[in-house]
């Protein structure tokens, strides 16, 4: 039988807390991991009672645990988490582990304890956390989702699964396989592919039709990624957004280019021909016919600029890399076709490769040609530079033509609201604004009264849409 003395130096070395304590809860004996754990002395505290050291809150059970423990007829463990004061006043989270084990070498019921607080604290911010997502999520109006690697089983789904795919919650967590039949029958194909390369740790980005109780007249936006844990795919998740109004416009945008592309078109030409027809048989209306003509082909401009909007507003955004001098230059060459006597220096021009969209050239034509359309000046002289700035391409047209009216400019930047005075104005800049908008860049207008410097400004690579290779045209 080990001696009381030899013990209590082996206990000295234990870095758990050990005290003895006797029926009432008086410490008989504590190791010396007791200064490290609480700050206190050994001979500090043997003699006094623990539960006058617990917090409040924590006594009765760690009593209750304790007497239930030392009452029990047969060998009985028991463990407890509790807080224990230190010498400092601060409270020390303790899991205990008491046993009613006794010995004649030991003076009381042993109680080996180890400090918790550091995982208590982690557990108290993880719960917290997970508290303030479940919050969100419940009010949150797109579908935040999780499964299991292989679909097998719903980990999470917040409640807005049921408005927008149009069945329970509990049918899904039931049989995670049902979501699929919430999916258009002529989508189901895309999505059971999207969903097999996600469970082989590919992403997924794609929109599909859902809700047969609509009809599967909603359509979601959904994002997904796989979760790889050594090598394998554990979790699914990702989010499904409605973008059911946004195909909506799409299609109303749709119905409106078909009817500029055809109706509009051919009546204007038409139009125009008639014109001619007039001038031709009574040369006397040559005036009035010129008037007829040039608002004929204003319309059909504009009719051809709309068109370019719809496309721009209606097509997925896809950028390309490509070399932004070539871009400019392909839009500078077709307003210097159009307007012999203006001179366009582009001799600043750097080569600067960026991710754009195809349809960069036409803003920089609608810019350059509106500058030199608004010069006072039999030869306008406008100045195009391109160069790059801090990751960002900055295309610079500087022109001689008065100030840009406000209202323009305001269109340009962004800032332009429609009013009942002023419904619109030329459609060429609000293409230009559409391009940069859409490439996440902006314009801005110095308007001076020498002329006008407009500045394009976007990344060079963008934030997170697809990027095709293409080559260095416009």
């Not at 060998?75 to 989270?93: C, I, K, L, Q």
């Not at 292989?150 to 049918?171: C, H, R, T």
């Not at 409106?256 to 125009?272: A, E, Q």
Request: glycine share 6%; proline share 4%; charged share 30%.
């Amino acid at each position: 039988m080990v001696e009381s003395a030899s013990l209590g130096v082996l206990l000295d070395h234990v870095q758990d807390k050990i005290v003895l304590l006797d029926e009432r809860g008086k410490m008989t004996y504590a190791n010396d991991a007791v200064e490290q754990t609480l700050g206190y002395e050994p001979d500090d505290i043997v003699g006094e009672n623990t539960f006058d050291y617990i917090h409040p809150d924590d006594v009765a059970e760690v009593r209750d645990t304790f007497e239930r423990t030392i009452a029990a007829d047969e060998f009985t463990e028991n463990t407890v988490e509790y807080r224990f004061r230190a010498s400092d006043g601060s409270w020390v989270w303790l899991e205990s582990r008491v046993s009613n084990l006794t010995d004649a070498a030991l003076d009381g019921y042993v109680v080996s304890s180890r400090d918790i607080t550091d995982r208590v604290a982690a557990e108290r911010e993880q719960a917290e956390t997970a508290t303030r997502l479940q919050e969100l999520s419940a009010v949150a109006g797109d579908v935040l989702w999780m499964f299991s690697g292989d679909w097998s089983e719903l980990l999470f789904v917040n409640p807005a699964y049921e408005d927008m795919y149009g069945k329970p919650v509990e049918q899904l967590r039931e049989d995670p396989a049902s979501f699929i039949e919430t999916v258009h029958p002529d989508d189901r194909p895309r999505v059971k592919e999207a969903m097999e390369r996600l469970s082989e740790g590919i992403p997924a980005e794609m929109e599909y039709r859902v809700n047969p109780e609509y009809g599967y007249e909603v359509s979601v936006w959904v994002q997904a990624e796989p979760i790889v844990e050594e090598g394998s795919v554990v979790r699914i998740t990702g989010f499904s957004r409605d973008v059911t109004d946004r195909k909506r416009r799409q299609r109303q945008l749709c119905v409106m280019d078909k009817l500029l592309r055809h109706n509009l078109r051919n009546d204007l030409t038409t139009i125009l021909g008639q014109a001619e027809l007039i001038e031709e048989q009574a040369p006397e209306t040559s005036e009035r016919v010129a008037v007829i003509r040039r608002t004929g082909e204003e319309l059909m401009d504009s009719a051809e600029k709309q068109r370019d909007i719809i496309d721009i507003l209606t097509t997925d955004v896809r950028f390309e890399r490509r070399d932004v001098r070539a871009v400019v230059e392909r839009g500078v060459e077709v307003v210097a076709d159009r307007f012999d006597s203006a001179h366009i220096d582009v001799n600043g021009l750097s080569s600067v490769h960026a991710s754009v969209l195809p349809q960069l050239h036409l803003a920089v034509t609608e810019l350059v040609e509106n500058a030199v359309r608004h010069s006072d000046r039999a030869a306008p002289q406008i100045d195009v530079t391109v160069r790059a700035e801090d990751r960002h391409v900055v295309i610079e047209i500087r022109d001689d033509a008065p100030p840009i009216p406000a209202n323009e400019a305001q269109v340009l930047t962004g800032e332009y609201e429609m009013s009942d005075i002023y419904h619109s104005t030329g459609l060429g800049l609000w293409l230009a604004y559409w391009v940069l908008n859409l490439m996440d860049g902006r314009i801005t207008v110095d308007r001076e009264p020498a002329g006008n410097r407009i500045r394009l400004r976007f990344a060079d690579q963008p934030r997170s849409t697809p990027v095709e290779s293409a080559g260095s045209g416009g």
